[in-house]
């Protein structure tokens, strides 16, 4: 018997001392964890946002070219924004566009066709209605009608697109040139300090190369809009043409019967 409660104290007893242990090492491993969450809680309210660190950059590569580059990506942005809401209202469906063009031609004549064609917005519209408006007179003064205005209307499609391609070779030119001036205040303060101290030379050189980033990415932002826009003026030019050919060849058929 008492071997068996020998047995059983000292069973006992491990397990207690098992127990302890293991509290032990969870407390231990909770106060870890916790410490390791409370660092990485804290961790991100020491570093700055992307807004911050956008600001700090700005700032640091100096308000006047940053200014004159940051103008250019507004300016740049407005005008591209216009022409991509003017060039979608352009956009218009040609084939069912042309196929009430062809109804109306067939059923109520040129009256009805150029009614249609004022109830449609759209550069394609306006050529129909161009065309149909001189069907009076001979194919000849019609295709000339079409070709004029199709002129005018791609005039009005390209209408301050060449302001973006100014904005897009400016910005890294103004980046450039800020990188010059940067590192000739660099050097003027290496001159006037008259030691060659890395401190110097890696601040004027880090605003320098702040201002040509700044440019890059300002061109590279309006490059893409502006690709955007060229290939929706080539699309709606496409139309255009392929309208008119469409058109001319209503009135031919028109005319025969």
């Known amino acids: 018997m008492k071997r068996l409660f020998s047995i059983l104290a000292i069973t006992c007893l491990m397990a207690i001392g098992t127990v302890n242990a293991n509290a032990t090492t969870v407390a231990t491993t909770a106060t870890t964890v916790a410490s390791l969450t409370q660092d990485d809680a804290e961790a991100p309210a020491e570093e700055l946002s992307f807004h911050q660190e956008l600001k700090k950059r700005f700032i640091e590569g100096g308000p006047g070219f940053m200014g004159i580059v940051l103008l250019c990506l507004i300016l740049g942005l407005a005008i591209a924004i216009e022409r991509i809401i003017f060039l979608n209202l352009s956009t218009t469906n040609t084939k069912k566009l042309t196929q009430n063009v062809e109804d109306a031609l067939n059923s109520g004549g040129i009256e009805a066709a150029k009614e249609v064609c004022r109830n ?34 791609m005039g009005q499609l390209e209408k301050n697109v060449s302001w973006i391609s100014l904005f897009i070779a400016l910005a890294p030119m103004l980046g450039f040139m800020g990188t010059v001036i940067g590192m000739i205040q660099a050097f003027d303060k290496i001159e006037a300090a008259g030691d060659m101290q890395p401190s ?9 190369l702040l201002t040509t980033v700044f440019g890059l990415i300002v061109a590279i932002i309006l490059q893409i809009f502006y690709n955007y ?21 209503m009135l031919v058929r028109y005319k025969r019967k």
């Open 120 to 153: 449609t917005k759209g550069p394609v519209a306006s050529i129909y209605y161009q065309g149909l408006d001189r069907a009076d007179e001979d194919i000849d003064a019609a295709e000339k009608a079409v070709v004029a205005y199709g002129g005018v209307q």
């Open 200 to 208: 110097l030379v890696a601040g004027g050189i880090k605003v320098a």
């Open 229 to 249: 826009i060229i290939a929706k003026i080539d699309s709606i030019v496409n139309d255009m043409e392929d309208a008119s050919i469409t058109l001319m060849d």
